[in-house]
């Protein structure tokens, strides 16, 4: 069974950046499109971004200038760097397993709440 | 960016009754690349349907979906009360590459 956790700070300062890693366990990281997802406080989800194959990077429009994720195969781990956040970018993170084949996400992290304030 | 409107944004409904659930995108999405999700308080989301017809492993067969082009519809037949919850539909477009998620239909006991 595919297992995703997230870890990384609960609080960061305005224009600081955010970093969160994800820990796969229970598979293979290879072949799939290891992504970050995003909910504030009562809002609906969107999509930051994924990696593939350690080195193929998707990113949304709306954040691009901002992020960077980034893996490490040899720890079955993957993490999101945001840059510049502001009170905007609080919100649960999720990381999740994408799926190629059927462009879903088949596998989620709990979720790790992230308050941007100073 | 193909946006992706539900509705009706809350429905009211008592167990035992049928929910269906719309998403309708701002242009065609391919059906392989339609899913659904449940999400309760506090939890992820959870993956229902794929390739907007096939249930994912585990999901009771009272969920069903169906749709093509720009019209998506989740079926709920039978309302059991774990099922009151937030639905989201979401795309997956490979040109560009981009993943888009309906707002959500919160789905409430009446």
């Known amino acids: 069974q595919v297992q995703l956790q997230e870890s990384g700070p609960g609080l960061v300062k305005p224009s600081e950046t955010l970093s969160l890693t994800c820990t796969v366990s229970?598979?293979?990281?290879?072949?799939?499109?290891w992504s970050w997802i995003r909910q504030p406080p009562g809002k609906g989800l969107e999509y930051i971004g994924y990696i593939y194959n350690s080195g193929s990077t998707n990113y949304n429009p709306s954040l691009k200038s901002r992020v960077t994720i980034s893996v490490d195969t040899s720890k079955n781990q993957f993490s999101l760097k945001l840059s510049s956040v502001t009170a905007a970018d609080t919100a649960v993170y999720y990381c999740a397993r994408g799926y190629y084949v059927w462009g879903d996400f088949d596998y989620w992290g709990q979720g790790t709440l992230v308050t941007v304030s100073s | 960016e193909i946006v992706l409107t539900q509705s009706p944004g809350t429905l009211s409904l008592s167990p035992g009754e049928r929910a269906t659930l719309s998403c309708r995108a701002s242009q065609s999405v391919s059906s392989s690349y339609l899913a659904w999700y449940q999400q309760k308080p506090g939890q992820a989301p959870r993956l229902l349907i794929y390739?907007?017809?096939s249930r994912a492993t585990g999901i009771p067969d009272r969920f069903s979906g169906s749709g093509s082009g720009t019209d998506f519809t989740l079926i709920i037949s039978r309302l059991e009360p774990e099922d009151f919850a937030v639905y989201y539909c979401q795309q997956y477009s490979s040109s560009p590459p981009m993943y888009t998620f309906g707002q959500g239909t919160k789905l409430q006991i009446k």
């Open positions: 390739g907007a017809s």
């Open positions: 229970g598979g293979s990281i290879i072949n799939y499109y």
